[in-house]
């Protein structure tokens, strides 16, 4: 059954900015992580943002770090993912994860334990 359903993929011109949202349906599910990952063609899935429920400690990769922000609303059990800047190199699928990874496999795609389906951003250049 579906447990992470993502939204607010689509197209955009570089330097344009673009907002994911991900919403845990299984609202009893308290995972320690929300987090980001992406998958280019024939590239393998890679880390791009991370947020503890408990604290708020948020993680990026090199790559997104100060153009993409990641954030949380417990109430709606939603996470978010802005984006902006966006550049041609960013263009992926882009995956919705929930997991309790310990911290120092926060950005390990294998520590988590749900996925969301996958929605695709294209940035043309």
């Known amino acids: 059954q579906v447990q992470l359903v993502e939204s607010g993929g689509g197209s955009v011109q570089a330097g344009g900015s673009l907002k994911l949202s991900c919403t845990n349906s299984?609202?009893?599910?308290?995972?320690?992580?929300m987090a980001w990952f992406r998958q280019a063609p024939e590239k393998e899935r890679e880390f791009v943002a991370a947020?503890?429920?408990?604290?708020?400690?948020?993680f990026y990769s090199t790559s997104v770090k100060g153009r993409f922000t990641v954030s949380l609303d417990k109430t709606k059990d939603t996470v978010y993912l802005q984006m902006n800047d966006l550049k041609p190199e960013d263009t992926a699928v882009y995956y919705c994860?929930?997991?309790?990874?310990?911290?120092?496999?926060?950005?390990?795609?294998?520590?988590?334990?749900?996925w969301g389906q996958g929605t695709q951003v294209t940035v043309s250049s």
């Open positions: 994860a929930a997991g309790n990874p310990i911290l120092s496999a926060t950005m390990t795609a294998g520590t988590y334990r749900v």
């Open positions: 299984q609202r009893s599910a308290n995972w320690r992580n």
């Open positions: 947020i503890r429920r408990s604290g708020g400690d948020t």
